[in-house]
């Protein structure tokens, strides 16, 4: 836990449908669009408020990832970014911790192929 996490750049590339993430701490991470729309952390999408900020990594290595688009981010607060989607959907509050807990790259999660 790191209070003082926080991003220094958001990329986002609809054609290649990747997000990138530069941190504070020189970690870099990158997530499918995919992965991360799956992973939306509103009630909705989690299936409830116990559920809330809880996620599946297995989104970000579906091949190949479903196209979807984002058309904005806002940040909320200190703490936040809302994607909004070009689904339609911009319910999700996704937390600087809950992205950073959710990297999908080797050294976050080695477990994965
Ligand atoms: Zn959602
Ligand atoms: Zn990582």
């Known amino acids: 836990m790191n209070n003082d996490l926080r991003p220094t750049s958001i990329e986002v590339s609809n054609s290649e449908g990747v997000l990138a993430i530069d941190w504070n701490d020189g970690h870099h991470s990158e997530y ?41 981010i806002r940040q909320v607060g200190n703490h936040a970014i809302k994607i909004f989607w070009n689904d339609g959907h911009n319910n999700g509050m996704y937390q600087w911790q809950t992205l950073r807990d959710m990297c999908p790259c080797e050294a976050c999660c080695p477990q994965q192929e």
Do not use: A
């Open 32 to 72: 499918t669009l995919f992965g991360l729309r799956k992973n939306c952390p509103c009630v909705m999408c989690r299936g409830g408020h116990g559920n809330m900020n809880t996620f599946d990594r297995s989104y970000f290595f579906v091949e190949p990832p479903r196209h979807i688009e984002i058309e904005d």
